[in-house]
């Protein structure tokens, strides 16, 4: 079982990696990641704390049963715990959570139809994986907007936000970061396969589902390309362990 100190390690990469990805926003948006069995109990970073400069040692413990937490200094953002204590709850299989806006996953969600269509391994890749909220009801500030889409998302791995972005889940830290950067590689395939106007080749459904079983086989891919990408975090700036 993996210990809290090696999910803060893991957790505080993916954060640097999420920026120097392009996928953060200014000093918004959250990744959290379980440390109880039933989900209540989770890591989150705090308030207001860029992406980039997010360490082992900053990211906060919060219990989704405790909401005094928020009338204190270190209340931690109001959609945030919306989001993340709610679907922590309601989906205790959703071990680690990473909820952010990167650039083609959100045009993506921004559209009036934004299914994911598989149209190449990427994209096929999410092919029945994906839930899709068309219910936006604003910045998601109290804790039953955070059920609601706690009920949207369940147990599926991927909610596409409409006209805000997307939270990826996943059993591990590694497995959550390797499914939301393979998930906005597909989104940048798709934007760029609509932009040339051209019919797209979309793969029917048996072909589809086909690749998307196929990925699954290579599940520790993921745990390789973390171990991968955080030994050239720990060549650039290894502070993120601290």
């Avoid at 090696?6 to 993916?14: P, Q």
């Avoid at 928020?70 to 945030?80: E, I, K, L, N, T």
């Avoid at 219910?135 to 147990?155: C, H, P, S, T």
């Avoid at 409409?162 to 390797?178: D, I, K, L, W, Y």
């Amino acid at each position: 079982m993996t210990t809290e100190a090696t999910m803060r390690v893991e957790l505080a990469a993916v954060f640097r990696l999420a920026a120097k990805f392009g996928w953060h926003e200014s000093i918004a948006n959250h990744f959290s990641a379980a440390i109880s069995a039933d989900g209540t109990k989770f890591l989150m970073n705090r308030k207001w704390s860029h992406f980039s400069q997010v360490k082992a040692s900053d990211l906060q413990v919060l219990d989704a049963n405790d909401g005094s937490i928020m009338d204190g200094p270190d209340a931690p953002d109001v959609s945030a715990w919306a989001i993340h204590g709610a679907i922590h709850s309601a989906v205790p299989t959703a071990r680690v959570l990473l909820h952010a806006h990167p650039t083609y996953a959100t045009a993506i969600s921004s559209l009036a139809d934004p299914t994911i269509l598989p149209i190449d391994q990427n994209t096929a890749r999410y092919f029945g994986e994906v839930a899709y909220d068309l219910g936006f009801n604003g910045i998601a500030e109290d804790v039953a907007e955070g059920q609601r889409l706690a009920g949207v998302m369940r147990d599926y791995p991927v909610l596409m936000m409409g006209s805000h972005g997307v939270t990826v889940s996943g059993p591990s830290v590694a497995h959550a970061f390797e499914s939301l950067y393979y998930l906005e590689k597909a989104c940048k395939n798709l934007v760029l396969a609509y932009s040339t106007g051209q019919p797209l080749a979309v793969l029917d459904d048996d072909m589809a589902s086909k690749v998307a079983k196929g990925w699954k086989r290579y599940v520790e891919m993921g745990d390789a390309h973390l171990a991968a990408q955080m030994a050239i975090l720990d060549a650039e700036d290894p502070s993120y362990r601290d």
